[in-house]
């Protein structure tokens, strides 16, 4: 599975952005979806994430204001964050994680997308 993550950019406090990341390949139904991020200087984190059956979990931080979703026909998750704050400034990535027959979790990750968040 590859991650194709967009829709990063600069915007005010206050104001939204929305968060595609495309997959290729045939297994996105199968996967569960996560957004995880990094701001500088901490750890990575995760955001919300996404079960193959539609169940959703949020970081205390965004719950609210962010919303993860997922449209199966067009292999793509999105993350729709509204009342940005600049502590949401941070790199942000996309994951699958696919369980095998075997029960073993395979994640895949996208390359990032920054978030800007000015005051």
């Known amino acids: 599975v590859q991650l194709q993550a967009s829709g990063g950019g600069l915007v005010q406090a206050g104001g939204s952005l929305r968060l595609s990341c495309a997959a290729s390949?045939?297994?996105?139904?199968?996967?569960?979806m996560a957004w995880y991020r990094q701001a500088p200087g901490k750890e990575r984190e995760l955001v919300a994430s996404?079960?193959?059956?539609?169940?959703?979990n949020y970081a205390d931080s965004v719950k609210g204001r962010f919303t993860i979703s997922r449209d199966n026909a067009k292999n793509t998750a999105y993350l729709q964050m509204n009342s940005l704050k600049p502590e949401d400034t941070a790199v942000y990535y996309c994951?699958?994680?696919?369980?095998?027959?075997?029960?073993?979790?395979?994640?895949?990750w996208g390359q990032g997308t920054l978030v800007t968040v000015s005051s």
């Open positions: 994951n699958a994680r696919i369980i095998s027959s075997t029960f073993v979790p395979h994640d895949y």
């Open positions: 390949g045939t297994a996105f139904a199968y996967a569960a």
């Open positions: 996404i079960t193959k059956g539609g169940s959703t």
